[in-house]
């Protein structure tokens, strides 16, 4: 059996975006769209049998129109071949707020075989494909706005909802697997029942954090230290055949030392420069119950947009700009979102021909940004921030005269260039 593993589209992410004349959309929700075709072309050329999408469709749990549109034409074909479509709903897709619908919602009434969770399901689904049925163990984020609207548990503190969600997940997947086992009666699409087989393939799909889990350049350590967490054993229970997880953004597999691969997808778009130089793609992913070990996995990159960092110290040399000049050329700058910093002192300031810098960097998608860090001449001077300084200079700069802000200056950076990226767009009616 064939399935094609994706999730974190985060589609609506604005960051190092501007708006697009042919289409009026933001280039970076454009980025996106392409690498999401890029997905389900790839599952349609493979002829997968099933297609798990697990979480994060959408940067926020309020998507405009306009995105919702997006992601329903980039699945479209997938239902139009018959091949079935399993959602599973992430942190990003659900609203705080109790009753609130989450934003997958809207595929129950979409026309194919859509199958969507927003929370554990009480039997093992049966997902009938082309290649025969697929056992599947839903696993959606914890949702604590439903648990706390139980008088049981509204008293609860923060660690011990963490602590019940983690121990209720862990007695869910057991139960499941228990009832596979021992041939109980699974759920299928239609409302049958049929009887459980170890021997039929077998997934777990999940939106959680898994312990040890490596994370991409633009996520935040301290939110996932917050959050359930599980290990690979509790998820790699027998008979499950593969572990299809959402919401760490950089792709890897929690078990590569044993026979069940615990993996998340990773997301298929970078966000920041953070993220230059990670993988961003999908996994495809063959059962084989004929075979020891039953499962094989292959990541495959997406045509994600590039991001090139190009940092140079151009202090000791008499010609700055073409020092700076050279480091641009060093790197293939095409279609990529490009950011330059360079370093000088503060008599070659007025040596750097920015006109020069701009045209080298013609070739680039986007340019994010052209940073200088100036040596004064007197050392003991602070350095000012000034109306000419760029936004994210002069964040750099802000931070570097404080030192209780010391370790955020990346997060801090990213925040104020999204929040002028949301900005830009509100005044440009950039959708």
């Not at 392409?34 to 940067?59: I, N, P, T």
């Not at 790197?331 to 810098?357: F, G, K, P």
Request: with cysteine; net charge negative.
């Amino acid at each position: 059996m064939k399935l094609l593993h994706t999730a974190d589209i985060h589609l609506g992410f604005k960051t190092h975006g501007r708006r697009d004349p042919d289409t009026g959309l933001n280039t970076r929700v454009l980025d996106v769209r392409d690498s999401l075709d890029a997905v389900v072309q790839r599952a349609l050329d493979a002829e997968v049998d099933a297609f798990l999408f697990c979480g994060d469709a959408y940067h926020t749990a309020d998507p405009t129109p306009t995105q919702q549109k997006i992601f329903v034409q980039s699945l479209r074909p997938l239902a139009d071949a018959g091949i079935p479509i399993v959602l599973v709903v992430g942190n990003h897709d659900h609203p705080v707020t109790f009753g609130r619908a989450s934003s997958l919602d809207i595929f129950d009434h979409v026309a194919g075989e859509v199958y969507c969770y927003r929370k554990p399901a009480p039997n093992v689904q049966i997902i009938d494909t082309a290649s025969g049925p697929l056992q599947l163990i839903p696993l959606p984020w914890p949702i604590r706005s439903q648990i706390l609207t139980k008088d049981e548990y509204r008293t609860m503190s923060p660690d011990e909802l963490r602590q019940f969600i983690e121990e209720h997940y862990v007695t869910y997947i057991q139960r499941r697997t228990n009832e596979i086992l021992e041939g109980e009666p699974g759920v299928t699409a239609d409302g049958p029942e049929r009887p459980l087989s170890a021997d039929v393939p077998t997934v777990l799909a999940g939106h959680v954090t898994v312990q040890g889990a490596a994370l991409a350049g633009s996520e935040h350590t301290t939110t996932i230290a917050s959050e359930p967490t599980f290990t690979v054993g509790q998820l790699a229970v027998r008979p499950i055949d593969y572990v299809a997880l959402g919401h760490v953004h950089r792709p890897q597999d929690r078990n590569e030392e044993g026979h069940l691969p615990v993996v998340y997808s990773g997301s298929i778009e970078r966000v920041t420069f953070n993220e230059a130089s990670e993988p961003k793609g999908f996994q495809l992913v063959d059962i084989d119950s004929s075979r020891d070990p039953r499962t094989h996995t292959a990541f495959v990159d997406t045509p994600a947009r590039p991001f090139v960092a190009v940092e140079v110290d151009a202090r000791e040399t008499d010609e700055p700009t073409e020092r700076i000049l050279e480091a641009i050329q060093d790197q293939d700058v095409s279609d990529a979102i490009v950011r330059v910093r360079y370093r000088v002192d503060e008599e070659q300031v007025a040596q750097i021909d920015q006109a020069r810098l701009r045209e080298a960097l013609a070739p680039a998608d986007t340019v994010a940004a052209i940073e200088r860090t100036v040596d004064p001449a007197e050392r003991k001077r602070r350095t000012v921030v000034t109306r000419e300084s760029g936004l994210e200079e002069a964040v750099r700069q802000y931070v570097g005269q404080h030192d209780e802000l010391a370790g955020m200056e990346e997060e801090l950076v990213e925040a104020a260039l999204e929040l002028k990226t949301e900005l830009n767009a509100e005044r440009s009616g950039a959708d």
